[in-house]
């Protein structure tokens, strides 16, 4: 199982990134995805889910209205368009999958090693 990150970067306040995470060895379409992020010296926090068939999206507060995440099961990849950054959305972004059997997801949750987003002028 591995889940690669790419699409982190150095972006002014405002601006905008598309985050990708690809995956192999499970079979993507069965697992739910999540972005989740961590700041220095914070805890790692969720920022979006999307069901396995690219509904039941949900986003924490901080981004709602201005991340969207998105998953193309043919490429085994998820994404995350970040828009209107802010200087308090930088950060090492992750994704991660569960296993899903409908609505309900269990199992290991599988992580990949993070890609750096930095906001600032």
């Known amino acids: 199982v591995q889940l690669v990150e790419s699409g982190g970067n150095l972006v002014q306040p405002g601006g905008s990134l598309r985050l990708s995470c690809q995956a192999s060895g499970f079979t993507f379409s069965s697992y739910g995805l999540k972005w989740y992020r961590q700041a220095p010296g914070k805890e790692r926090e969720w920022v979006a889910s999307i069901g396995t068939a690219g509904g039941g999206t949900g986003y924490a507060d901080s981004v709602k209205g201005r991340f969207a995440i998105s998953r193309d099961n043919a490429k085994n990849t998820v994404y995350l368009q970040m828009n209107s950054l802010k200087p308090e959305d930088t950060a090492v972004y992750y994704c991660?999958?569960?296993?899903?059997?409908?609505?309900?997801?269990?199992?290991?949750?599988?992580w990949g090693q993070g890609t750096q987003v930095t906001v600032s002028s």
């Open positions: 991660n999958a569960r296993y899903c059997s409908g609505s309900v997801c269990f199992g290991d949750d599988y």
